[in-house]
């Protein structure tokens, strides 16, 4: 099933969602007697050569994108969430639906949580950056009155880059932001910060992350992913 909301010409063009309706035997280990009891993802495909304006929120002036994440969240909490809600069979509460993505998608999953709080009760965020924004995403946080329900994964490969002081400061970033989250209201408790031994920037390092932002959670979560590169993703 495809469909558009922004009609041609925008770069969201389409999105596509396919329908499985096999039940695994895991998702029926609990008793579960029902689909509404597995845990369904949604990945969400970026607008190409529009990634960096849709993934952040002010522009960067010296390299000239960003500025569409306040649109781009927009888009999931208010088009796209409600959309999947009304046509399947979700737990819509912000306890059960996880918000997450790998670099610039990690930001965008970050911002969306924290403007969004009646709709995402859980980000992750691998290789999380915020080198670009000036400080945004941290004064936001500090402005912003944050659930203490919200749960947090970050994390930071070691080796980022082939630049040692850029890995240095990425990893003091995300240091800060856990702190500044803390800070904000966010119990230290429900915050999780892994620095990945030799973890570099690839999407593959997100299939082994993946499961460590989702457990604990029950198997009763939606996830929506905004992931790295356009071709691990099956929607961005």
Known sequence: MERSFYGRGC???RWRC???RSLPDSAASDGAESLDLFAGELAVDHGGDERNHEYNLTINAEYGFGGKGEAYAAFLAETLKPYIDSRYRTLPEPEHTIIGGSSFGAYVSLFAAIRYPHLFGLVGG???VMWHDDGAILELIRQSVLSPAL???LSIGELETDNPEFNRLANE???LARRTLIAAGVPESRIRFDVVPGGTHHE???ANCS???TAGCSSRKSHYANKMDRRQACSQ
């Open 11 to 13: 770069p969201h063009r």
């Open 18 to 20: 396919a329908d499985n």
């Open 126 to 128: 691998i290789s999380f």
């Open 151 to 153: 749960r947090v994964f």
């Open 173 to 175: 970033h995300v240091a």
């Open 204 to 206: 593959s390092r997100g």
């Open 211 to 213: 499961p460590k932002y």
